[in-house]
């Protein structure tokens, strides 16, 4: 165990797609959460020495200096390796420099900024309040208190968005000279404003072009696309994410925050009085070897370079190239095996739920 999620709901403003938990800031709300927060880190953390730490939202940036000071004292708790990575997402309107420098202070050396458009139009049916002028004022701020390790969220596929419009956005963004790029292609999911307006997805063959489109400019740019919505700069991979899709243990706090431990999967709850009450558990799922494994697949195979057989052997005690499953999809060249990997076929990545549903059950 040696990671941590943290959530923190809150928003100064609630975008049109968002389908996380979330609520408007409201300070009396946010002391009780921090108070509720705490309590659970201390009835669940087990004094590990912790590697990567991410906490979003929400909008983690939504709490003023005083409230982000409050949870940096609740992570205090926490054993930080001294090479963490330490994450923190925030949204342009809300950076300050006070801000900066308490997150400096406090072992922060990963921000995780999202952008999501940088053409006016989008970013107002997206409901995001900035433009692409505030963008770079707060990127070099960023970079000015020494961070330089820097994501940005890119979302694509917006309503009557063209590949033009598109290929504008990754140039704006490259601009920018940072890091790591996160890419989203737009979903309209229940709960959401969009889907209240019957808002309806961007037509496929369109969506695929966009997709390609980015995996071409960012490769052409020095980025590595690493996972299937993920690029870096080489070394700039994201360590807290890989955990996810290396299938490990990790623990999540936090309203709808989900976790791995000992074998179990879990996902807390979306009430906030319940959470108040520490009644913290929505549901969990107690992972059967065959359970361990469909989640090694399809987490794994989510990344470009796949599953490493020797890894995969000494931590299942599985020979995974001598799956039938496995043979079948190598076969049909839906995946590839190189001889020390087994990877998704790269022409086939963009339908990739189509392989990775082999392995639901598996």
């Known amino acids: 165990m040696h990671s941590i999620y943290i959530h923190i709901p809150f928003c100064n403003n609630i975008c049109s797609y968002c389908a996380f938990t979330k609520f408007y800031y409201n300070k009396n709300m946010v002391l009780k959460y921090l108070e509720a927060l705490e309590k659970e880190i201390k009835s669940n953390y087990q004094g590990e020495e912790l590697k990567t730490v991410y906490i979003g939202g929400g909008t983690p940036s939504s709490l003023d200096v005083e409230e982000l000071q409050k949870l940096f004292e609740i992570i205090k708790m926490f054993n930080l390796d001294q090479n963490i990575e330490f994450t923190i997402e925030v949204n342009p309107e809300s950076i300050t420099e006070e801000k900066l420098a308490l997150f400096k202070k406090n072992k922060v050396n990963r ?17 995001r309040n900035y433009n692409f002028d505030l963008v770079k004022k707060k990127v070099k701020l960023i970079k000015q208190y020494g961070f330089n390790n820097i994501n940005v969220d890119l979302i694509y596929a917006i309503k009557n968005q063209t590949l033009k419009e598109l290929e504008n956005d990754i140039d704006n963004i490259l601009s920018l000279d940072i890091n790591h790029i996160s890419t989203y292609s737009l979903m309209i999911e229940p709960h959401t404003k969009l889907y209240i307006k019957k808002e309806t997805s961007i037509d496929e063959e369109i969506d695929y072009n966009m997709y390609k489109l980015i995996c071409r400019k960012l490769k052409d740019n ?33 309203l709808s925050a989900s976790g ?23 549901e969990k799922e107690i992972l059967q070897s065959k359970d361990i494994l469909s989640y090694a697949f399809i987490l794994g195979f ?8 020797d890894k ?51």
């Open 260 to 282: 791995y431990i000992d074998n179990i999967r879990y996902t807390n709850t979306t009430s906030f009085r319940d959470y108040l009450r520490q009644n913290y558990l929505k």
């Open 302 to 309: 989510r990344l470009i370079k796949g599953i490493n057989k």
């Open 111 to 127: 921000i995780s900024l999202g952008i999501e458009s940088t053409n006016d139009k989008y970013l107002q049916y997206l409901e």
């Open 312 to 362: 995969f052997f000494q931590k299942y005690n599985v020979k995974i190239d001598e799956l039938e499953i496995i043979q079948k999809l190598i076969k049909s060249k839906d995946l590839i095996d190189n001889g020390m990997n087994i990877y998704i076929n790269y022409d086939k990545i963009y339908v990739e739920n189509t392989i990775l549903i082999n392995f639901i059950g598996e």
């Open 222 to 254: 020095g980025f590595i696309h690493y996972e299937v919505s993920n690029f870096s700069k080489k070394g700039y991979e994201s360590r807290h994410n890989l955990v996810y899709w290396n299938n490990e243990h990790y623990y999540g706090f936090g």
